[in-house]
């Protein structure tokens, strides 16, 4: 279990590291090279967790909730975009569903 959570940490990381390289490839096109080798890790490293038996939905979910929650809050200090008050509420609902969906993904217990 500690071991998928790494990998999907990898996964997380990687992504949003190619996301905002893609972001920067603006002005340097060299880095397209990083925004290509971070999406094929992420993926890669997505595959590892799904052939180790990670339920898609809660893979994808906290992927990409996560991913969009670094990506915007990076994206702000790096770059200077914008980064309003309703941004944050709605990086909130991300986290908020993220984590319902890590919740929900767990068989409920029987009654006894």
């Known amino acids: 279990m500690r071991d998928r ?4 940490a990898i996964a997380i990381v990687t992504e949003v590291t190619g996301t905002l390289a893609l972001r920067g490839a603006v002005d340097r096109p060299w880095l397209y090279a990083v ?8 993926f890669a490293a997505l595959v590892r967790l799904l052939k180790a038996g990670a339920a898609l939905g809660v893979v994808y979910g906290i992927w990409s909730g ?3 929650a670094l990506t915007a809050g990076l994206s ?5 975009e914008a980064f309003s008050g309703l941004m944050v509420l709605g990086l909130v609902l991300i986290v908020g ?4 969906i890590e919740a929900g993904s ?4 029987e009654l006894s």
């Open 5 to 8: 959570w790494a990998v999907l």
């Open 106 to 109: 767990h068989p409920p217990e």
């Open 97 to 100: 569903g993220v984590l319902l």
């Open 76 to 80: 702000a200090w790096l770059f200077d």
């Open 35 to 42: 925004t290509a080798v971070g999406y094929v890790v992420s």
């Open 66 to 68: 996560l991913g969009v």
